[in-house]
């Protein structure tokens, strides 16, 4: 239902000398914020307890099996996954304080321009997060993307 909120509101790019802004008007701004927060509430309600019940198996499996190998596979996986859970949080913060700018009346400027130009990085970070720590993190995917390359 989101996705086609934007054709209601005049949108467009505006370039300049070293960049190319998005202009829109702070209600399309306000709503696209309210789906962004409303998305990582969900997604934090529902990674929250699994991460606590990930970790908990984890390290009864730990307790129980002394395989170095699992367990080092069992800390890689949960390492990308809170970092994956770090990112989310990151865009509802981002998400929050757009919420904040743009509901007030008028429009809290400073507050806008400083966090509007995040809303790139939170989402290149949910993206990239995940293959970028399992690339650091494992010696066989590493191999393996030496070997692709």
């Not at 770090?86 to 400027?109: C, E, K, N, V, Y």
């Not at 990239?128 to 650091?136: D, G, K, L, N, T």
Request: aromatic content about 12%.
């Amino acid at each position: 239902a989101f996705a086609f909120i934007p054709l209601h509101f005049n949108v467009s790019f505006v370039s300049t000398e070293d960049r190319i802004n998005l202009r829109a008007p702070s209600q399309l701004i306000a709503i696209l914020s309210i789906a962004a927060q409303s998305c990582s509430i969900i997604t934090i309600t529902i990674c929250l307890p699994l991460y606590v019940i990930a970790s908990y198996y984890a390290r009864k499996r730990t307790e129980y099996h002394r395989h170095t190998v699992l367990q080092r596979q069992d800390r890689i996986h949960l390492l990308c996954s809170l970092l994956s859970f770090g990112a989310i949080i990151l865009d509802s913060i981002r998400a929050s304080l757009l919420i904040i700018a743009t509901f007030q009346h008028p429009i809290d400027a400073v507050l806008y321009a400083d966090v509007f130009p995040y809303w790139y990085h939170t989402t290149e970070s949910l993206c990239c997060v995940r293959p970028w720590a399992m690339v650091v993190s494992n010696a066989l995917v590493r191999r393996n993307l030496l070997v692709f390359l």
